[in-house]
Nanobody
Framework: VQLQASGGGLAQAGGSLRLSCAAS????????VGWFRQAPGKEREFVGA????????TYADSVQGRFTISRDNAKNTVNLQMNSLKPEDTAVYYC????????????????WGQGTQVTVSS
C-alpha cells in the first residue's frame, strides 16, 4: 500500500485545515489508518486513527474535540479535519496504515506516507 498525504499549509490560530491521505496499490479497506505528527525537535506523536470500516476512531487527548478523522473506502482516502487550530499543532503530519487502531496508537505501522507541513500562526 502506498500512501500520500496532502493538504497541509499555513493557518491562523483558531482556523481550520483539512488533510487527505490517498492510498493506492493494495487492499486499503483492510487497514486501519492513523495520523501522526512531528514538530521540530520533538518525537513523532500519535494524533488519531480510524478503523478499517470507519466505524471506530480514537484521538490523542491534545486533539480530542478539535480534530476529526473520516474515510471513504470507495475512494481510498482518509481525511483529517483540523479545527480550532493552535500554534502547538504546527508539525509535519504523516498518515500510516496498520492492522488495527490499537497497534497504530503504539506506532506499530505497516506503511507510511510522506509528510505534509502544517503551520499555525498565532
Amino acid at each position: 500500500v502506498q500512501l500520500q498525504a496532502s493538504g497541509g499549509g499555513l493557518a491562523q490560530a483558531g482556523g481550520s485545515l483539512r488533510l487527505s491521505c490517498a492510498a493506492s496499490g493494495g487492499a486499503f479497506r483492510d487497514y486501519a489508518v492513523g495520523w501522526f505528527r512531528q514538530a521540530p525537535g520533538k518525537e513523532r506523536e500519535f494524533v488519531g486513527a480510524i478503523s478499517n470500516s470507519g466505524h471506530v476512531t480514537t484521538y490523542a487527548d491534545s486533539v480530542q474535540g478539535r480534530f476529526t478523522i473520516s474515510r471513504d473506502n470507495a475512494k481510498n482516502t482518509v481525511n483529517l479535519q483540523m479545527n480550532s487550530l493552535k500554534p502547538e499543532d504546527t508539525a509535519v503530519y504523516y498518515c500510516a496504515a496498520g492492522q488495527n487502531i490499537g497497534r497504530l496508537r503504539s506506532s506499530r505501522t505497516d506503511y507510511w506516507g510522506q509528510g505534509t507541513q502544517v503551520t499555525v500562526s498565532s
